[in-house]
């Protein structure tokens, strides 16, 4: 697969914009924020776009405060939330703790990685989700990976 990008350069930009919204990745949240979540026609048009069983295996690249992982293993899936930020992955931790006390064990893995460098072979997910960025230059960045991302799981 080739790399369209510096795996270091991505990472060290990502941080610092973490450095600058730490706030914004943190989630206390209740089961009614999970439930609303879930609920949402966000979530809902990817289970109706992805036709979701609630066996699949999930890939979370960039996962920040897990919402989409922890919200996606509500309905049974496997999912591996992956980020460069060790902030990010206690973040989904600590999400994943407070969405298991209300929907029992979830099946989470956090794993330190960059959206550039994933590693996986391919056909290892069933489905890959990132919510991207609200960057212009971050998305076009992202519409280039999708392509990239299209080869270990469907997007």
């Not at 610092?16 to 949240?29: D, G, L, V, W």
């Not at 979701?52 to 496997?78: N, Q």
Request: aromatic share 10%; net charge positive; glycine share 8%.
């Amino acid at each position: 697969m080739k790399r369209l990008y510096k795996e270091k350069e991505v990472k060290d930009e990502w941080i610092e914009r973490f450095e600058k919204n730490k706030s914004a990745y943190r989630i206390h949240a209740d089961r009614n924020f999970f439930i609303n979540f879930r609920n949402s026609p966000y979530i809902q048009k990817i289970v109706e776009y992805t036709k979701l069983r609630g066996d699949e295996v999930v890939l979370e690249p960039g996962c920040g405060s897990g919402k989409f992982s922890v919200t996606l293993a509500t309905f049974g899936c496997e999912v591996v939330s992956l980020d460069c930020s060790d902030e990010m992955l206690v973040n989904t931790e600590q999400s994943k703790m407070q969405a298991e006390e209300y929907f029992g064990k979830l099946k989470i893995i956090t794993q330190k990685g960059g959206i550039t460098n994933l590693g996986f072979k391919d056909d290892t997910f069933d489905l890959v989700v990132n919510d991207g960025s609200k960057d212009r230059e971050e998305k076009k960045r992202i519409k280039k990976r999708i392509s990239e991302l299209r080869e270990i799981g469907k997007v």
